[in-house]
Antibody, heavy 119, light 108 residues
Framework: QVLLQESGPGVLKPSQTLSLTCTVS??????????WTWIRQHPGKGLEWIGY?????YYNPSLESRVSISGDTSGSRFSLKLTSVTAADTAVYFC?????????????WGQGILVTVSS | EVVMTQSPGTLSVSPGERATLSCRAS??????VAWYQQKPGQAPRLLIY???TRATGVPARFSGSGSGTEFTLTISSLQSEDFAVYYC??????????FGPGTKVDIK
């Protein structure tokens, strides 16, 4: 059973950098060929794919200039950084796992963490 | 980028009735569509992938169909725990992988 858990600050000021960590238990981001992903959901809105790490990384072009995803060598965590945040980045941030590149649906999700950007 | 649209925005259904939710892709995504259920305060839950394959543990009352640009999620007999928001997602094209705006299923 794979479990994912997001952690990080819940409140940021405009222009700061959002930094979140996803802790993975029951699996490793360095094994299995899975795609470890960040997805966000603006309040009351739909889901927006941010990017993944699976050895290499790939980001949503709409966020590419501000986002980076990295993994730690232990294989138990991966992180999201989003620079120069504004109120438009206020959202619930989920980490999730995709089965493979071609089967890129999300079978495991974290519970989500609300990040609010406010001055 | 493939744009996913869903209809209706809200579907009011009585318990025990059938619910039919639609999802359309802006270009063909073959059968590379997944469906998720999301309840308030929770993460989405994978229901269907490959347009029609139920994920592990998903009840048989949930079924998916379609290919190309038109997809359907059917809940054959709504139970109280099925009232939620449902999202479709395409994963055919290269990233970004995109979701529809959701259909809320509420109690009639």
């Amino acid at each position: 059973q794979v479990l994912l858990q997001e952690s990080g600050p819940g409140v940021l000021k405009p222009s700061q950098t959002l930094s979140l960590t996803c802790t993975v238990s029951g699996g490793s981001i360095n094994r299995g060929g899975y795609y470890w992903t960040w997805i966000r959901q603006h309040p009351g809105k739909g889901l927006e794919w941010i990017g993944y790490i699976s050895g290499s990384t790939y980001y949503n072009p709409s966020l590419e200039s501000r986002v980076s995803i990295s993994g730690d060598t232990s294989g138990s965590r991966f992180s999201l950084k989003l620079t120069s945040v504004t109120a438009a980045d206020t959202a619930v941030y989920f980490c999730a796992r995709a089965e493979s590149y071609y089967n890129h649906y999300f079978d495991y999700w974290g519970q989500g963490i609300l990040v609010t950007v406010s001055s | 980028e493939v744009v996913m649209t869903q209809s209706p925005g809200t579907l009011s259904v009585s318990p025990g009735e059938r619910a039919t939710l639609s999802c359309r892709a802006s270009q063909s995504v073959f059968v590379n569509v997944a469906w998720y259920q999301q309840k308030p305060g929770q993460a989405p839950r994978l229901l269907i992938y490959g347009a029609s394959t139920r994920a592990t543990g998903v009840p048989a009352r949930f079924s998916g169909s379609g290919s190309g640009t038109e997809f359907t999620l059917t809940i054959s007999s709504l139970q109280s725990e099925d009232f939620a928001v449902y999202y479709c997602q395409q994963y055919d094209n290269r990233p970004p992988f995109t979701f529809g705006p959701g259909t809320k299923v509420d109690i009639k």
